[in-house]
């Protein structure tokens, strides 16, 4: 991403049509109406009605077919797909309006009163000006009218200055008011031009820092994922999903200070599959695999409260954390975990115990106190297990004191 520094010419051509699209319509028509009502009043006594309004209707016709122009071209955008055809079609308008007043002002020079051909130049020129200050935007198109209609008027002054005795100084007056609005235009459109690439400099950039932005809250959000993934790889077992020994030992420590300063008890339950080595001789470790994943998922929806853990604690070793537990607690979760086990009647054919996978399970649970480790808590549940091995497994045994 690369900031521009300058807006580029045919950005800034656009943006200068859109300006005076938008600003120059009403006023265009209403200040051109508002001429050729005064042209109407200054000059039904001379010519005739029909005459002069169809001479009004038609400049009218004019000036409403450019608003309707400059209307479709804002709400299509063309300035900014064509923007050199929409700038030479509203040369062209403003050319052709122009030349229709300095035309109107000459043909009424041969009939009607001098007094009221200055008040009809003082009318065009309030016209053009009003009609286009709101086009500083493009100053071409100010010039472009505002010359159409008031040069030939005043070359026309000048070459009949016989004719009348203020013909000269309205005529070096006109051309004089030409060069000075020129001079002054020039100040304005640079101003207003500044003003566009400015704005358009500050959008671009803000528009720039906000796609910054996103692309930073997208590299956070994917710094943030592969830092939960980082931490799911040190503490979570790839094969099962559950929490491996180097959670489940964080965990037990927390708990272990919790319960210490909660006066509570903190259960562990150390599980083993029965006779896991002659199944997977006899079934592959593929199936071993499969049947330590839906061990898995028993355990998890075993221990479903919160801060109750289930993790693999090595091989076909798993532990289960149950905060707040005491021994009974303990040995009823154990229970219905090997039942539910039971009930999955998962085959193995070589077990001699059943004819299905079975666990043995030792339970430990204590009132932690200021001796209490999560290794002497492990190991207490380790021993039970042991026991409950040498009752013929397929069994729950809870630790002694």
């Known amino acids: 991403m690369v900031y521009q520094r300058h807006i580029p010419a045919r950005e800034l051509l656009s943006a200068q049509l ?14 051109n109406l508002l001429g050729l009502l005064a042209m ?19 400049v009218l016709a004019l000036v409403v077919l450019r608003a309707g122009y400059n209307q479709r071209a804002l709400q299509f955008g063309e300035y900014h797909q064509r923007p050199g055809r929409v700038y030479a079609l509203l040369l062209l308008g403003a050319l052709a309006t122009g030349l229709a007043w300095s035309t109107a002002f000459i043909v009424a020079a041969s009939f ?4 009221l051909l200055y008040i009809f130049l003082l009318c065009i020129l309030l016209v053009n000006l009003v009609a286009m200050g709101m086009t500083m935007a493009l100053r071409e198109y100010f010039l472009v009218q505002l010359y159409a209609a008031l040069l030939p008027i005043g070359w026309w002054c000048l070459l009949h200055y016989w004719e009348a005795p203020w013909h000269l100084l309205i005529g070096l007056f006109t051309l004089g008011l030409c060069g000075l609005l020129l001079f002054a235009s020039d100040r304005v459109y640079l101003a207003v031009r500044g003003m566009i690439s400015a704005t358009w400099e500050r959008a671009t950039m803000a528009q720039e820092l906000s796609d910054l932005s996103d692309s930073l809250r997208d590299r956070n959000r994917q710094l943030a994922e592969a830092r939960k993934q980082l931490v799911d790889l040190a503490n979570v077992d ?103 086990i039971d009930h999955t009647r998962i085959p193995h054919g070589a077990s001699p115990v059943a004819p299905c996978i079975t666990v043995s399970q ?35 045994e809870v630790a002694t004191s």
């Not at 005076?20 to 200040?31: D, E, N």
């Open 238 to 340: 790839e094969l099962t999903g559950l929490g491996n020994r180097r959670l489940v030992n964080r965990v037990l420590q927390e708990e272990i200070n919790r319960a210490r300063r909660n006066g509570g008890h903190l259960a562990v339950v150390m599980l083993d599959v029965d006779y896991f080595k002659p199944y997977n001789d006899t079934y592959g470790h593929d199936a071993g695999d499969k049947v330590l994943q839906q061990l898995a998922e028993i355990m998890r929806s075993t221990v479903a409260r919160a801060g109750e853990l289930a993790g693999r604690y090595g091989g076909e070793e798993f532990i289960l954390v149950l905060p707040g537990a005491d021994a009974a607690a303990a040995r009823r979760t154990a229970e219905r975990l090997r039942e539910r």
């Open 112 to 115: 009607a009163p001098p007094a």
């Open 18 to 31: 859109e300006l005076l699209l938008q600003h120059s319509r009403v006023a265009t028509v209403g200040a």
């Open 362 to 396: 030792g339970v430990a649970s204590v009132k932690p106190t200021n001796a209490t480790t999560p290794q002497n808590l492990v190991k207490a549940a380790d021993l039970a297990l042991y026991r409950a091995k040498a009752r013929g497994r397929d069994c729950v």
């Open 40 to 58: 109407v009043l200054l000059f039904w006594q001379f010519l005739p009605v029909a005459a002069l309004l169809a001479w009004a209707v038609g």
